[in-house]
């Protein structure tokens, strides 16, 4: 079964995604980027909530650089807040071998203060248009670097999609490359309506949304009926 995870900005919204009965919820500051960081009070907020209706929190540490300290102790600083999750965002990252490096220190950060929370590298399939590293570059490097996950999203919000940078047959390979170096895989990017059948057929571990269950674009609020429709969607 693919889980669903939803990325609400305040807790006005996780409570939105938890009454629509989203699986994950995913603390993100959409103002600051595609996996921009929330401040940790309102991880915190939304962490306790999350946790008394028994479900899974997630949070994004930034569109980071290749900088692997700072990374480490923002993935820290999530763990201490109350995710269960850790998303790390490689915008600044250029090549498998800094991946790793960038990994390794996150997943010690986060593990040494409780190993059974989940580090999660994030790649982009619009990497070419950053200068980023591939996201085909990344199951070897995150594997290497013993984290949980790894997943893909658009850094770019410009109106493309996932679908539009990467294809199924490759998304397909992203999923079995993950699952073959021991770890799952998630994708997002701009998901909508169209995709849920497409992606239904690529089964990741997880699909990640925020646009889609919004009233408007992903600056506007979440609404519970669209995540409803979603779940519902999900299930068929």
């Known amino acids: 079964m693919i889980r669903v995870l939803v990325s609400p900005m305040n807790l006005e919204e996780?409570?939105?995604c938890l009454e629509g009965g989203a699986d994950i919820i995913d603390v993100k500051n959409p103002s600051e980027g595609s996996l921009g960081a929330?401040?940790?009070?309102?991880?915190?907020?939304?962490?306790?909530?999350?946790?008394?209706?028994?479900?899974?929190?997630?949070?994004?540490?930034?569109d980071l650089d290749f900088k692997p300290g700072t990374a480490s102790l923002a993935a820290l600083g999530a763990a201490v807040a109350g995710?269960?999750?850790?998303?790390?965002?490689?915008?600044?990252?250029?090549?498998?071998?800094?991946?790793?490096?960038?990994?390794?220190?996150?997943?010690?950060?986060?593990?040494d203060f409780d190993d059974s929370k989940k580090v999660v590298?994030?790649?982009y399939a619009d990497y070419h248009r950053i200068g980023a590293v591939s996201p085909f570059e990344l199951p070897e490097s995150a594997g290497s670097a013993e984290v949980d996950g790894i997943m893909i999203d658009t850094a770019i919000k410009d109106g493309k999609t996932l679908f539009d940078h990467l294809n199924k047959e490759q998304l397909l390979e992203f999923v079995d490359m993950a699952r073959s170096h021991g770890m799952f895989c998630a994708l997002a990017g701009s998901i909508n309506w169209e995709h849920l059948p497409v992606l239904k057929e690529i089964s990741p571990d997880i699909i990640g949304v925020r646009t889609?269950?919004?009233?408007?674009?992903?600056?506007?609020?979440?609404?519970r009926e669209l995540v409803e429709k979603l779940m519902k969607e999900m299930r068929m």
Not at 84 to 96: A, E, P, S, T
């Open 14 to 16: 996780a409570m939105e």
């Open 38 to 62: 929330n401040f940790p009070w309102v991880i915190n907020e939304v962490a306790k909530l999350v946790k008394r209706e028994g479900k899974e929190l997630s949070a994004t540490t930034g």
């Open 83 to 111: 995710a269960d999750y850790i998303k790390v965002g490689l915008y600044g990252v250029k090549n498998g071998k800094e991946a790793f490096e960038m990994l390794k220190g996150v997943s010690k950060a986060v593990k």
């Open 121 to 123: 590298g994030a790649s």
């Open 212 to 223: 889609i269950v919004c009233e408007a674009d992903r600056s506007s609020k979440i609404k």
